[in-house]
């Protein structure tokens, strides 16, 4: 019986990879075209994709709130794990990669499923919270690290009961556990143990962490 987890070599990540990823050819394309397009190469890992999926089909996900959406990578790829009704909130700050998703929404076919939320994610966020009544079956959180901990307790009132709160960067480029981190961004660092801690105590969410990728908090909202 094991009593630890198996160390996951670079070999059993590409196991992982080549066997259970949604990435499809037009999916590496627009990772292409972003890249391109001067938009870093900073989106979920192939092996992400299908996990995401997975997560939104288990739970009948029809609503979901994206924060930090790039090129819209992560969003196709969730989007399509919605019903043709389904709504993706893609919050993101950069106009320029506003545009670029707006034009992939387009071409995937999703232009009514995904709406893109341009500017800050707290204040347009807010701003949906107080314009709208919507409640989440599903938050991505993957924006700016130090304001993790904020969207979590912004967003978690209006998530339903069994939906659910997912972290990207949950092992901070695997410095989480470090004491003195050698990264040029300690704060991020920080950040993310700290939203992590915030997860797994959370008297309203029963949490685990998923080592795919650079790791991924999975909170369910159960109280
Ligand atoms: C890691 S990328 C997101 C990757 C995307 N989820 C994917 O996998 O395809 C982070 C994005 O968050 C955006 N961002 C950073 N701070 C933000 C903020 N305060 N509000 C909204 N978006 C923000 C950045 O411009 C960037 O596009």
């Not at 506003?98 to 992939?104: E, L, S, T």
């Not at 939320?117 to 314009?131: F, H, K, N, V, W």
């Amino acid at each position: 019986m094991a009593t630890r987890s198996t160390y996951l070599t670079d070999e059993l990540n590409d196991y992982i990879a080549t066997r259970f990823s949604s990435e499809s050819a037009a999916l590496r394309l627009l990772n292409i075209q972003a890249l391109d397009a001067g938009i870093p190469a900073i989106s979920i890992s192939p092996e992400q994709t299908n996990f995401l999926q997975v997560m939104l089909r288990s739970i009948g996900a029809t609503t979901v709130l994206e924060i930090g959406s790039l090129a819209g990578y992560s969003a196709i790829v969730m989007a399509q794990a919605l019903p043709s009704y389904g709504v993706l909130y893609a919050c993101e700050y950069d106009p320029t990669h506003a545009q670029f998703i707006r034009g992939k929404a387009r071409e995937f076919g999703f232009e009514s499923v995904i709406h893109v939320l341009e500017g800050a994610a707290l204040q347009t966020i807010a701003r949906l919270l107080e314009t709208t009544d919507v409640t989440f079956d599903a938050v991505f959180i993957d924006a700016d690290k130090v304001n993790y901990s904020a969207y979590l307790d912004l967003v978690l009132p209006r998530v339903r009961l069994g939906g659910l709160i997912i972290g990207d960067n949950a092992l901070a480029w695997g410095e989480v556990a470090r004491s003195a981190t050698t990264l040029f961004e300690p704060h991020n660092v920080q950040a993310l143990d700290a939203f992590n801690n915030h997860m797994c105590t959370h008297p309203q969410l029963q949490s685990t962490l998923v080592p795919l990728g650079d790791g991924m908090v999975v909170g369910l909202k159960i109280a």
